[in-house]
Nanobody, 122 residues
Framework: VQLQASGGGLVQAGGSLRLSCAASGRTFSSYTMGWFRQAPGKEREFVAY????????YYADSVKGRFTISRDNAKNTVYLQMNILKPEDTAVYYC????????????????WGQGTQVTVSS
């Protein structure tokens, strides 16, 4: 599985962005898809995941109520709608695919995209 993340950019606090992650491969629908982020000088952290059917989603407390993960299995794409952005959301955002687990632990994920930069100005 190859993953290509896009949609990052510069936005003012309170604004919105939608990230996309397009996946290659015929078995996209069988993977849990996750979003993670890494800010400068900080460890990578979990943001959200969507189970294979999209019916199960889970969010980090820091983004709950502001971010929404969704997926379109027909398009092999997962999205992260980010609203009410804050400066502390500034990071490189990565999408990842996990064939066997639905986990907040990045070590469980098998495939990673290249990352897309999100910068939120105050």
């Amino acid at each position: 599985v190859q993953l290509q993340a896009s949609g990052g950019g510069l936005v003012q606090a309170g604004g919105s962005l939608r990230l996309s992650c397009a996946a290659s491969g015929r078995t996209f629908s069988s993977y849990t898809m996750g979003w993670f982020r890494q800010a400068p000088g900080k460890e990578r952290e979990f943001v959200a995941y969507s189970g294979w059917s999209g019916g199960i989603t889970y969010y980090a407390d820091s983004v709950k109520g502001r971010f929404t993960i969704s997926r379109d299995n027909a398009k092999n794409t997962v999205y992260l709608q980010m609203n009410i952005l804050k400066p502390e959301d500034t990071a490189v955002y990565y999408c990842a695919a996990d064939q066997y687990y639905a986990s907040t632990n990045g070590e469980k994920y098998d495939y990673w995209g290249q990352g897309t930069q999100v910068t939120v100005s105050s």
